[in-house]
């Protein structure tokens, strides 16, 4: 039977599955090479900066592929950031011509970045948290700006697995003091250097000249005028020292109510209308303060609406809008699509991706927002009505949909200085708590909502729509929500001016020296080099010409209707964009790109970047 089988068979017999298996790991194929070629890699402290922990002979994994290969290097945690360095460094792609950040290199995490942290013991992934009774054999760390990397510690002494991964569990995710942020330890140790002054470019808002100078800017000094009650917080320490009230609007009434119920003036429309905002009066039970309330608000209103030529349309972003809520749970569904830790993974999501992002409704709140402020725009503009944004504090939603209304029908918003100075003006000036929505403290998950990084997906979305309209690029909008979390700038790490102004303060009578000068992000210079900044500017951007009083009061020129053309003409919501034709367009583009992904041999960041292009290919339709 067996020769039979055998000689009459012939090629119809199936060949036999190879029956070898390998005890030896990917990683332990490299350990010898590894202890030949090892070499010492110097790690770069910034001023103030302190080194925590360390751990050797830890294999950083390359996630392109399945086969767990990498690269061996050294792992630190230091009071700034995570680090790995790499004993060959060209094996991770740290290439010389590549856009480089001189603060934050490659293979480095900031501890505000560290979003989530996972052990693997005995290939079963776990949550880390607090005391750890046992260690895991491998690390992998989900961050904020969409990356993921992955540590195997099988070959790391035990003493520094424990030191490691303690050290980084209790100094990422552990709750923490303002104070202990390394933001102060920065400002500290390079106060006594010379700083530029971001000031010459963009406007800070930080003095009554730069809001009357924004006031001759839009033509609204008419109408509006600015005030100094709040200087030294007297009134409200969640208002700026200064701000924009109507000029009707006595300004002994605006300490009535500790700063809320008080119409604060964001910008004015060409035909004179304006676009308000103003924080709920707080709520309380007695009865007659209830009545002095009501009687105060129908005084505000009188003194904002005046039929027929003024009107005003109050827009309650409270209840009429979508909720933080709704924006923290679509971004954290929505996030999931881009923390993927392998191949096999990747292709498994690869064929429900599209319902995957349907389902997280994080684009459907974008197209909100834009919607929404489309509909104040046509208030503003065909109906000639001013409007009042109405939120509990004036200090989330507000500034995202003033600040859309503004990047759309203010040209000089869309410039690099006047979005910067848009930024100081609606969200830093604005009392957004960056503080607290960036959870940079630990100390509460439930106020971690990405209003901001909301606000810069918007505007992502206009830019693609109209390249010429913006000097910025994409790149600017990248590192931009990257600096959110690099704390040696003070721009993103307060939840008010006054809280800012307050600590700079308490830190100069503690030690009895000059107060602290803490930098702004908009010194791109300590980012990056000259040569880099081109990067975040537009070559295709066409500076808008400014019209005469006839032309805006007569037919808009081709000029401006083709600058207003995608923002005020619904383009984002064409039906055409669900189509089965834009369907199967941005279908193939994906599956190419994706595969170009898991072929291309690229660093987690270069890797989870083009991820994220991906996703912006699709959107920008």
Known sequence: MLGKGVVGGGGGTKAPK??????????????????VTEKEVTLHLLPGEQLLCEASTVLKYVQEDSCQR?????LVCTDFKIAFLGDDESALGNDETQFKNKVIGENDITLHCVDQIYGVFDEKKKTLFGQLKKYPEKLIIHCKDLRVFHFCLRYTKEEEVKRIVSGIIHHTLAPKLLKRLFLFSYATAVQNNTATSPKKQTVMFDTLADWLWELERTKGSEKYTAVSVNEGYRVCARLPAYFVIPTLLPEENVPRFQGHGIPIWCWSCHNGCALLKMSALPKEQDDSILQVQKSFLDGIYRIIHKPPKELVKTEDLSSNFVSLQDIQTAYAKFKQLFLIDNSTEFWD????????????????????????????????????????????????????ISSLVQVMMDPHCRTRVGFQS??????????????????????????????FLLFLDCVWQLVHQHPPAFEFTETYLTVLSDSLYIPIFSTFFFNSPHQKDTNMGRESQETQSKPLNLLTVWDWSVQFEPKAQMLLRNPLYVEKP????????????????????????????????????????????????SALILNFPASPTVRNKFLLFIYFSLTAV
């Open 546 to 593: 400014k019209l005469d009083k006839g032309q805006r009061k007569g037919v808009r020129s081709t000029t401006e209707e083709r600058s207003l053309a995608p923002f005020t003409k619904g383009r984002y919501f064409k039906k055409d964009c669900c189509g089965t034709k834009s369907r199967k367009w941005a279908l193939t583009r994906y599956q190419t790109a």
């Open 70 to 74: 990498g690269i061996y290097g050294k």
């Open 349 to 400: 999501t690869d064929i429900k991706w599209f319902s995957l992002l349907e389902s997280s409704s994080w684009l459907d709140i974008i197209r909100r927002c834009l919607k929404k402020a489309i509909e104040i725009i046509e208030c503003l503009e065909a109906q000639n009505m001013s409007v009042l944004l109405l939120e509990e504090n004036a200090s989330d939603l507000c500034c995202l």
């Open 422 to 451: 848009l930024v100081q003006k609606e969200w830093i000036m604005g009392g957004h708590c960056f503080l607290d929505r960036c959870n940079h403290l630990r100390q509460s998950d439930k106020e971690e909502v990405p209003v």
């Open 18 to 35: 190879p029956s070898f298996v390998s005890y030896v790991r990917p990683e332990e194929i490299h350990t010898n090479e590894k202890e």
